[in-house]
């Protein structure tokens, strides 16, 4: 489609900022990384734990969906905010990083050395902005399940713009082209605004039906009482993961099948200001599953199929891997 890298909404490439913001930004990264990985490993029960890793899957592929938003432009979930309704701003964060290091790496979505703004922009602003927005939502919103999907949908609208505005802050320190920061600031906010009705749609509906089946798997609820907002019938723990791995496999197999292949938001930026030709090209973009597609697979829907069911197990495994791992190691340093 372009004669430049590819980019996939607010996951920036190689080149687009100075070097001296991506090694500044990469270290922020890992501090708060490091920070939120002790924190979930206090936070997580047993049973929590390939929950998280179980969201960690599912924002793997919803990312993969993109949706018309307006004039050729497209957004997916960020899910930032969604992972820190459910598990909290420490583990939110933490899952959705892991979700950006697996898209850089193995699908070459996103920059190797932009990881650092990308995770910060992506996963730490989306998360902590998002729950911040989302407590204080609550505060005016009724007491009731209603209202806490009416503060996730516009927590999680809001956690776009801020993440697109965290961008335009980079670019303030480490533009890579002569273009003024308000230009680029009011034109990402301004797509992104847009962009985050749909990230407020999504994360809505993934919380209802939590809420709905399971209600205590719900950080942002934890203040409320469980009676008044489970059924009857609630669906056992097993039951819930096997549905949620099933619903994840379809969304990354069957539902990315159908996502909009026109420009995101920053890549629509990135054309529309100049910049786009700051991009440079992946590093690993001859990978096997480099731009979600299977190499040596000829049939183009079953390329997308394969890899976003290996993306889906893939970061499951890292997720759950890391924080089991993480836990593991906390109890042998406590015993």
Request: net charge negative; glycine share 12%.
């Amino acid at each position: 489609m372009f004669d430049t890298p590819a980019i996939v909404a607010m996951h920036a490439p190689d080149g687009f900022l100075e070097p001296g913001v991506a090694v500044v930004t990469a270290v922020i990264a890992v501090v708060v990384t490091a920070i939120g990985l002790r924190r979930a490993t206090d936070e997580l029960g047993d049973r929590q734990v390939p929950l998280a890793g179980l969201a960690a899957a599912f924002i793997f592929a919803a990312q993969m969906f993109n949706f018309p938003v307006a004039a050729g432009t497209t957004g997916h979930l960020l899910g930032g905010a969604l992972a820190a309704i459910l598990l909290g701003p420490w583990v939110g964060s933490l899952i959705v990083t892991v979700v950006v290091v697996v898209q850089a790496v193995l699908f070459a979505d996103g920059g190797l050395t932009a990881l650092g703004y990308n995770t910060i922009n992506m996963s730490i602003v989306t998360a902590f902005g998002g729950w911040a927005a989302f407590r204080l939502l609550r505060r005016v919103m009724p007491a009731n399940s209603a209202g806490v999907v009416g503060a996730t949908a516009l927590a999680a609208g809001i956690s776009v713009v801020l993440s697109s505005a965290a961008f335009s802050i980079e670019w303030l320190f480490g533009a890579s082209a002569p273009v003024a920061f308000d230009t680029v600031f009011g034109a990402m906010v301004g797509v992104h605004a847009l962009i985050g009705i749909g990230e407020g749609l999504i994360s809505a509906l993934v919380i209802a039906a939590v809420l709905a089946a399971r209600p205590d798997l719900v950080a942002g609820a934890a203040d409320l009482d469980l009676a008044d907002l489970s059924r009857p019938a609630r669906v056992g723990t097993r039951t819930f993961v096997i549905g949620a791995f099933l619903s994840t496999i379809v969304v990354a197999a069957v539902v990315s099948q159908f996502a909009v292949d026109n420009p995101d938001g920053l890549e629509k930026v990135a054309e529309d200001e100049g910049f786009i030709s700051s991009a440079r090209d992946h590093a690993l973009d001859s990978s096997i599953f480099a731009d979600y597609a299977t190499s040596g697979v000829d049939n183009a829907t079953v390329s997308l199929a394969v890899a976003g069911v290996a993306g889906v197990l893939i970061t499951l495994a890292v997720g759950y891997g890391l924080l089991g791992a993480s836990r593991l190691g906390r109890r042998t340093q406590g015993a």
